[in-house]
């Protein structure tokens, strides 16, 4: 896995309710218990460490992202493209 996928993973399991020994990559987020609030502080906290934007719905921020491998590829994603930016 990946240093970002682990650092994504890390974030959500600090946002997640309840006990999930561990998260997998296709867990859906609605089932790990994120609620709206939740997920509005897990896009902030991913665009804070990684210093990337992720365009979602703050009012619908459960539904830009359906599962854990989901939000781990479109943050893989924007690093990659500001990493390329900066060459």
Same mark, same amino acid.
């Given at each position: 896995?990946?240093? =970002?996928?682990?650092?994504?993973?890390?974030?959500?399991?600090?946002?997640? !309710?309840?006990?999930? /020994?561990?998260? $997998?990559?296709?867990? !859906?987020?609605?089932?790990?218990?994120?609620?709206?609030?939740?997920?509005?502080?897990?896009?902030?906290?991913?665009? $804070?460490?990684?210093? =990337?934007?992720? /365009?979602?719905?703050?009012?619908?921020?459960?539904?830009?992202?359906?599962?854990?491998?989901?939000?781990?590829?479109?943050?893989? +994603?924007?690093?990659?493209?500001?990493?390329? +930016?900066?060459?």
């Amino acid at each position: 896995m990946t240093d =970002v996928a682990s650092e994504v993973i890390a974030i959500i399991a600090s946002k997640v !309710r309840g006990d999930h /020994p561990k998260i $997998e990559l296709n867990d !859906r987020l609605e089932d790990l218990g994120l609620e709206s609030l939740d997920a509005v502080e897990m896009i902030f906290a991913l665009e $804070e460490k990684f210093d =990337v934007q992720i /365009p979602f719905n703050a009012n619908n921020a459960r539904t830009e992202f359906d599962t854990v491998g989901e939000v781990i590829s479109a943050v893989e +994603r924007l690093v990659d493209d500001k990493e390329s +930016r900066a060459r």
